[in-house]
């Protein structure tokens, strides 16, 4: 219920934050006035609109997922592209509705401020629906399954980044001496799994263990749980393996190193 | 004489096997584990069973399912591994609570013995203990177990020989013959094992390293039966592999269609297969497998597996693969 309201919150402040930016674009071009030449209420109009559009097209790309970090160059690029869908939405709607065209300078205003402040806005709101999202009890609590070098990093990083994704147990295998890691408690061996999953785990990311692979996703299936496998299971610790498809069916995939503009083609 | 078995423990090496079932429960070639030991001794000896709070209600189960009217479940009240009293601190816990005052047959639930407790009891000698030991031939493995040094290094079977030194677990063995889980305790030994379990509740082996120090004599029966400790999914698969040799146990209502066969195989009540390949793979009761390749694999009850192949796997009980286009 939290994560959906924060959601609604997310969606319709990025609205007003789309359709500012045009009203700002309109008042930097136009002057702060209400021009009757160029009026402001079918500008304003037709930019609701488009922004609703703006809005589907940015979902698609997939921004407002829980796994992505809003101030990575991936989610820029991503919110550069909607913004500009938006804006050519803008023009062409605008021309449809009224027939005419306008100042090309208030659409390049219009994209540059859309961006910015989209991108500003998502960094603050990203901030604040970590913070909620991990207040007690979290919203999704995460249990690690192995203790390893790259299951230490993850807790950390999670921790640090105040991922919505809060690790709450840790299990092991084989067992361990440890009993927390990085402040979170390291529950015993796998016999424990179904104490713990009943404890409202939303998230289990297997960090060893490899030969359990099948039991845990079975588990995480019967319990409605999102399984996730990290790729050091598989031996995979260059952090340059990519999921790609081979006809429809998903595979895991490492390449040679080579130009970096072939990862384009290959 | 009394006989008492360890049945407690959580197996956590046999997950998910042993995830909602005692170890000592196991099916191995279709019959509990458990049944093996108790359906062999002697009608006359009551037998306790000590499990835990979780496992309590399928022991109950079981025990009456078995009809022997005199084997007693002993809960002992722990509900996880750290809260666990030990082996020797259960065993030393329903000596005093129920005042035995008997020689005592103590074994641990997760062994297969393939040697007749009748033979083995026949060696005993009055207050002497006597321990089964067997050659398990490699010196790697036996550093896992509790080591016997006897007058003989080479002891012939079913012969008894005085121990003269024992080992638990020891980093360098210096035999190849380990205690097997099954020991006659005399009478006399019993207040030594209390108060030794005081300090050492987890250490069964132990007591027998502490009975040699107070000068007590221990004795040993060596046989060349199968004998397995099913502590993992290998040992587990072994023991399948020896006990069913290269047939195929079908259980009631179980059902296979167009299958291949090979090795040991166990199809559990009510599972089916079909269009399938199936090499050393127990299979328990419940199961719906349909055109896949299983080698190596114990799946466990409920399962539902479709268009898969898996090698060396222990599936979850409910697990559901099924394989879509």
Known sequence: MRYRLLLTGWLISDLIVFISSYALAYFLRVGWILSTDFPFEPYITVVAITSLLWLVVLITTRTFALTRTQGSIRNLAYIIYSSLVGTALFALGYYFLYGLFFSRMLLLYALVISTVAIWIWHLVFARFQRFMLRRDPPVFPTLIVGVTRESRELIEKLNKGSNPLKPVAVLDGRGCKDTEINGVPVRGKLNKLEDVLSEGITHLIQCSDLEQSLNLLSACRQKKITYMLLPSVLGIVERDEKVESLEGQPVTMVGPKENALMWFFK | ?325
């Open chain 2, 1 to 325: 004489m009394h006989a008492f078995i360890l049945a407690g423990g959580f197996a956590t090496r046999l997950w998910p096997l042993t995830e909602a079932r005692a170890k000592p429960l196991l099916p191995l070639a279709g019959v509990p584990l458990i049944e093996y030991l108790v359906r062999d001794i002697p009608e006359d000896v009551p037998v306790t069973i000590s499990t835990n709070a979780i496992f309590k209600e399928a022991f109950e189960d079981w025990a009456e399912g078995f009809g022997r009217s005199n084997v007693e479940i002993l809960i002992e009240d722990v509900k996880s591994d750290d809260q666990k009293l030990g082996a020797l601190g259960a065993t030393a816990q329903w000596i005093t609570d129920a005042n035995i005052d008997d020689d005592v047959l103590l074994l641990t639930g997760d062994n297969y013995c393939g040697f007749s407790f009748d033979a083995f009891l026949a060696t005993a000698v009055p207050d002497t203990t006597l321990i089964a030991v067997h050659d398990i031939g490699n010196i790697e493995k036996a550093s896992q177990f509790g080591t016997v040094l006897t007058e003989n290094q080479q002891p012939t079977t079913h012969n008894r020989q005085l121990v003269t030194g024992f080992e638990e677990k020891p980093r360098e063995p210096k035999t190849t013959l380990v205690n097997t889980g099954c020991s006659l305790l005399p009478k006399s030994t019993l207040p030594i094992l209390v108060e030794y379990a005081k300090s050492h509740p987890d250490n069964i082996g132990g007591v027998f390293e502490e009975l040699l120090n107070r000068k007590k004599p221990i004795t040993c029966f060596s046989f060349s039966e199968s004998w397995f400790d099913i502590g993992s999914f290998d040992a587990y698969l072994e023991a399948t592999r020896e006990l069913v040799g290269g047939r195929v146990i079908k259980e009631e209502g179980a059902v296979t269609e167009q299958t291949n066969c090979e090795g040991s195989v166990v199809i559990g009540e009510r599972s089916t297969v079909q269009r399938s390949k199936l090499t050393d793979t127990v299979v328990f009761e419940d199961c719906m497998i349909e055109d896949c390749v299983l080698s190596n694999c114990v799946i466990d009850k409920g399962c539902t597996l479709r268009g898969v192949d898996l090698t060396g796997k222990m599936l979850r009980e409910g697990s559901k693969l099924i394989r879509t286009e």
